[in-house]
């Protein structure tokens, strides 16, 4: 059973970058097929996706977050991480890895990002 765990700092300070990583269990980070996503909801707001990752050849961008997202992978680790930079108060989110075949099948469950001074 594959379970995604996301792990980073819960603070954040404006302009600095937010770094997550999450770390899956249970399976392959390089099964084929499978987009590795990173997805966030601001607080009184729906599901934002940001990105996700296939292989190391071939990364997506929500192209509103595209300027300031980077999206990477650890395949010795089995991890893959997200890079949000200049950030602003508005980025206060929690965030969730997540894996996506045919729709998203398996969450991690969440981490609480703020970002203020």
């Known amino acids: 059973q594959v379970q995604l765990q996301e792990s980073g700092p819960g603070l954040v300070k404006p302009s600095q970058t937010l770094s997550l990583t999450c770390t899956v269990s249970?399976?392959?980070?390089?099964?084929?097929?499978?987009?590795w996503s990173w997805i966030r909801q601001p607080p009184g707001k729906g599901l934002e996706w940001m990105g996700a990752?296939?292989?190391?050849?071939?990364?997506y961008y929500n192209p509103s977050l595209k300027s300031r997202t980077s999206i990477s992978r650890d395949t010795s680790k089995n991890q893959f991480t997200l890079q949000l930079s200049s950030v602003t108060p508005e980025d206060t989110a929690v965030y969730y890895c997540?894996?996506?075949?045919?729709?998203?099948?398996?969450w991690g469950q969440g981490t609480q990002v703020t970002v203020s001074s």
């Open positions: 997540a894996r996506r075949f045919n729709g998203y099948d398996v």
């Open positions: 249970g399976g392959s980070i390089t099964t084929n097929y499978y987009y």
């Open positions: 990752i296939l292989d190391s050849d071939n990364t």
